[in-house]
């Protein structure tokens, strides 16, 4: 009987959690063969060369590989200074929720202020011509929808670095890293050996992989390249849908070898770091 | 004389947290706020009047996001708990844990863009019941992960401690299992919510703009370039957040140990 139960359990999990995956993923590999779609009559492997001949997936890819890197690799070693500057004041009582209330704004919010702030006539543009600096809108500097996605940047890291701030205030505290600075100092550590030696590698070591999470999620992102991203080249998930969204049905069947390429990409990353052996205490 | 400059860091951190907020608020009871005035020509409660008159349909967007995400909450966090409980104590639990990651990781849009044929065959498309079915697929694995640490060893001693005693499956539930796990699904059932309240690009695949949720308003307000009622449904989407926030902070933050 207890048998039976358990695997009703694993049942509905596979029910539930796998089939839809698979089923997305086998749709989409069809697709891009041209085995399944309105217009497509067999398998083929035009879409396939096409999509790679034309470089559009691999520049997308790197575009978004190159934003979401230096998205969190600001917001890591900001969260990592400000834990190290401000730890202290920060766990005081207003601080403590000042510091929650980021977490509260969703992607498309700040997609919206950070086009509000930053476009050629928003409220820096507007402050800008009100000291003189510019006298039209025009003269304002492309800070949204721009090549270099600075405003895709700013978003992401004012998104994701009050998350690791609080992340690492509070491996800071289970992990006692306060008494083995304390410890290391005593046995004679420079304060700059502390920070190297002891928070760093402990702090970077039991978060790496949400490190690596975040990364991942940054290179799927949606909204926020969607209101602040430029026509090409664009971040993955805005050009996956943008071809299954389209006309041409050529392009379609292309948008969906893009999905495979891009689901392939995440479930090996997933693979990697979530098979180990090793149990980590910040893993989810 | 050595300056301390840690205060006015922590100010302005403070200030540009509130900023957004502030902003948000203020453009939502602006109009008519022309390039290059710094402030606008109004300020009152028109856009709010008008919004509470129901004349955008926004309240009604409040109160579907409001039933959707519920709806998801209420079915991720039950069925992540029980089903949870048969993956933890499989003797595969790592490759089925592994399983749960693949949807948990893939983009929510993309995965709803390949899974859009199926909705559409099962009468799902365009429709709150499949907007809600969409989304519990992908809150669905955040719940089951949520509550991978709380099968353990001793819970498991727990569980046959009651059944030592004579206790049978259901008082084993509530009197041990549920009772233990309050906070975590208390917790479970606000990040689900919040996944489900701030979810936009599955919603608008599946919804296919017949289902407007706050966050399908504030796209098409930011299309129609009508910035003020987007401020607004800004506000109405910050809004349940920073509530949870202010009766506990551990609804919004994710789990950590």
Redesign the interface.
């Given at each position: 009987m207890k048998i039976k139960k358990t695997n009703i359990g694993i049942l509905l999990f596979v029910l539930v959690g796998v089939v839809p995956f698979a089923a997305a993923f086998v749709y989409a590999l069809l697709y891009s063969f041209g085995i399944i779609g309105i217009a497509n009559d067999g398998f083929t492997l035009k879409f396939w060369e096409s999509v790679i001949t034309s470089g559009t997936f691999f520049k997308s890819f790197g575009y978004s590989f190159l934003i979401a890197l230096v998205a969190v690799a600001i917001s890591v070693g900001g969260a990592l200074w400000i834990t190290l500057k401000f730890r202290e004041q920060l766990e005081k009582r207003f601080l403590s929720f000042i510091i929650y209330l980021p977490l509260a704004i969703p992607g498309i919010v700040t997609g919206f202020f950070t086009f509000q702030l930053f476009s050629k006539g928003g409220f820096f543009a507007r402050i800008s011509h009100k000291l003189g600096f510019i006298t039209e809108a025009s003269q304002f500097p492309d800070l949204v929808n721009d090549g270099l996605a600075i405003g895709i940047i700013f978003s992401f890291i004012t998104m994701i670095m009050p998350f690791f701030v609080l992340l690492f205030l509070n491996v800071y505290k289970n992990e006692r890293v306060e008494e083995l600075s304390i410890l290391a100092q005593s046995l004679g550590a420079s304060a700059n050996q502390v920070t190297q030696r002891v928070f760093l590698p402990i702090l970077i070591k039991k978060t790496w992989v949400l490190i690596v999470l975040y990364f991942i999620f940054l290179l799927g992102a949606y909204e926020v390249p969607l209101i602040l991203g430029q026509e090409s080249p664009q971040m993955l998930s805005v050009l996956i849908i943008q071809e299954i969204k389209q006309y041409d049905l050529d392009k379609i069947s292309e948008g969906y070898v893009v999905a495979v390429l891009y689901t392939l990409i995440v479930s090996i990353a997933a693979i990697v770091l979530f098979l180990p052996k090793k149990k980590r205490a910040y893993a989810n | 004389m050595r300056i301390n400059w840690?205060p006015f860091?922590?100010s302005l951190a403070?200030l540009l947290?509130?900023f957004?907020?502030v902003?948000?608020v203020f453009?939502s009871l602006a109009s008519e706020w022309r390039?290059?005035?710094?402030l606008p020509s109004y300020i009152g409660f028109k856009n709010w009047v008008t919004v509470f008159g129901s004349e955008t349909g926004l309240l009604q967007s409040f109160f579907s996001s409001l039933l959707i995400s519920l709806s998801v909450a209420i079915f991720s966090t039950t069925?992540g708990f029980?089903?949870s409980?048969?993956?933890f104590?499989?003797p595969k639990k790592?490759t089925?844990?592994?399983?749960?990651?693949?949807?948990?990781?893939?983009?929510?849009?993309?995965?709803a863009?390949?899974?859009s044929?199926?909705f559409l065959k099962m009468g799902l498309f365009g429709n709150m019941t499949g907007v809600v079915v969409a989304q519990?697929?992908i809150a669905?694995?955040y719940a089951?992960?949520?509550f991978?640490s709380f099968w353990n060893e001793k819970v498991k001693s727990y569980e046959d401690l009651v059944a030592t005693l004579g206790g049978n499956k259901w008082q084993t539930y509530t009197k041990v299992l549920l009772p233990l796990a309050k906070g975590l699904l208390l917790i479970c059932f606000f990040q689900t919510f919040l996944i489900s309240?701030?979810e936009?690009?599955l919603t608008s695949?599946i919804g296919i703009g017949k289902v407007q949720t706050l966050?399908i308003k504030?796209?098409l307000f930011?299309k129609e370039a009508n910035?003020y009622y987007?401020?607004l449904s800004?506000c109405l989407?910050?809004f349940p957040?920073?509530v949870?926030?202010y009766f506990n902070?551990r609804y919004?933050?994710?789990?950590?140990?």
């Open positions: - | 840690k860091v922590l403070v947290i509130l957004p907020f902003y948000l453009l390039f290059p005035d710094v069925s029980l089903i409980k048969a993956v104590y499989h790592r089925l844990t592994l399983l749960a990651y693949f949807p948990y990781i893939l983009a929510p849009v993309v995965f863009a390949c899974l044929f199926f519990f697929i669905f694995p089951l992960l949520f991978s309240w701030f936009y690009g695949i966050t504030v796209f930011i910035y987007g401020a800004c989407l910050i957040p920073v949870l926030l902070k919004v933050f994710k789990k950590l140990v």
